[in-house]
């Protein structure tokens, strides 16, 4: 269906002003079922980001910037996540040894049970955004909306 159909417009619509509201569209679309998903497991989407980011450290603490330069969502509150997460036992958080300043963030167990709980339900769900798409479609999508995202 195209944009102009889904949110009822009846002026017509520059082409620049169509891909920022299918994008939108499209983002807002994907996060709600995306929330349903996380629902049950009492996570945001923000929080799911940081506990793959610790999973991808395969052991190793991560310290606060290393967690915020990785998050999708740059302006997310990296403290209070890790705090929502710790009150969950889903990480831990202990000063570093060698810079007292620095505070070292791991998963838990309980936070890599979580995610391999999730990891088919998060593929399906990504799965079915593309269904739509052929394999040449989705590279050719992925690299309009890099080209368009780095102006």
């Known amino acids: 269906m195209k944009i102009e159909d889904e949110i009822k417009s009846t002026v017509p619509l520059a082409i620049s002003k169509k891909i920022i ?5 499209t983002q807002n679309m994907q996060n709600e079922k ?13 929080q799911y980001n940081v506990l793959r980011i610790l999973r ?3 052991g190793n603490p991560a310290n606060m910037n290393l967690i915020q330069e ?8 990296t403290t209070r996540l890790v705090d929502k997460l710790l009150l969950k036992n889903l990480v831990t958080r202990n000063v570093c040894p060698e810079n007292r300043r ?18 088919p339900k998060v593929n399906e769900h990504e ?25």
């Open 21 to 25: 509201l299918n994008i939108l569209y």
């Open 34 to 46: 995306f929330n349903e998903l996380m629902k049950p497991y009492d996570l945001s989407g923000e």
């Open 56 to 58: 991808g450290q395969k």
């Open 70 to 77: 990785r998050m999708i969502a740059k302006t997310s509150n």
């Open 102 to 119: 620095k505070i070292e963030v791991l998963i838990t167990q309980k936070g890599l049970d979580v995610l391999s709980d999730l990891d």
């Open 127 to 151: 799965d079915n955004f593309s269904k739509n798409l052929t394999t040449p479609e989705l590279e050719l999508l992925n690299t309009l909306l890099e080209k368009y995202r780095n102006h």
